[in-house]
């Protein structure tokens, strides 16, 4: 068990809906990264965020967003889901903002349909 | 554009062999190489990871095998065992962050 913890394992919803992922960290650690994992695009990094900042972002489309409250817990947001959009997301945290160890979540499981 | 390249895609080893996966990469930036193990089900787990300061660098039975100048890193895994079977991920992350850029991942099978 990595300590990241994400919810709800699994999620089916229709096109054009909006879900919320959920994560929370582990203990201690400042650091949250979201992942999508498709099988044709391999993990891709979405964004990171930092003790409630945005850090760094990758990916991650104009149709999503993501936040870091202040217990630290993330949640990402999908609106106007698509087919594509169907995937596995983790989330990962560290201690630090850079150049530390990631410890992922089980993954929550969208399927869009 | 993929920033990591990971071969091979898939793997078959005989229990007791010695299973290598591949990874090259372009960006300068990077500095932390990380390998991760990924069960069905699950997500990736921190399996091994390495700073270009070192060529090489062993925990246990894995081997992380770092080639500078080449931009590439492979994971070699000795006396592989069906436990052993599960896909493998390298990443980098450059020295300005600490996002991970993953290679496409090598689905291994380790036959009893």
């Known amino acids: 068990d990595s300590g990241v913890t994400q919810t709800p394992k699994h999620l089916i919803t229709a096109t054009g809906q909006r879900v919320t992922l959920r994560c929370s960290p582990r203990s201690g650690d400042l650091s949250v990264y979201w992942y999508q994992q498709s099988l044709d695009q391999g993990l891709q990094f979405l964004i990171q965020y930092y003790n409630g900042e945005e850090r760094a972002k990758g990916n991650i489309l104009e149709r999503f967003s993501a936040q870091q409250f202040p217990d630290l817990h993330s949640e990402l947001n999908l609106s106007s889901l698509e087919l594509g959009d169907s995937a596995l997301y983790f989330c990962?945290?560290?201690?630090?903002?850079?150049?530390?160890?990631?410890?992922f979540g089980a993954g929550t499981r969208l399927s869009v349909l | 554009q993929q920033q990591v390249k990971q071969s091979p895609q898939s793997l078959i080893v005989q229990k007791g062999g010695i299973s290598i996966i591949n990874c090259a990469y372009e960006?300068?930036?990077?500095?932390?190489f990380p390998w991760y193990q990924q069960f069905p089900g699950k997500g990736p787990a921190l399996l091994i990871a390495?700073?270009?300061?070192?060529s090489e660098k062993k925990e246990g039975r894995f081997t992380i095998s770092f080639n500078k100048s080449a931009k590439q890193f492979s994971l070699h895994i000795m006396d592989s065992q069906p436990g052993d079977s599960a896909t493998y991920f390298c990443?980098?992350?450059?020295?300005?962050?600490?996002?991970?850029?993953f290679g496409t991942g090598t689905s291994l099978t380790v036959i009893p």
């Open positions: 390495i700073r270009p300061d070192v």
């Open positions: 990443a980098a992350s450059p020295n300005t962050g600490n996002q991970f850029y």
């Open positions: 990962a945290s560290s201690v630090g903002p850079s150049q530390n160890i990631q410890y």
């Open positions: 960006n300068t930036a990077f500095d932390y």
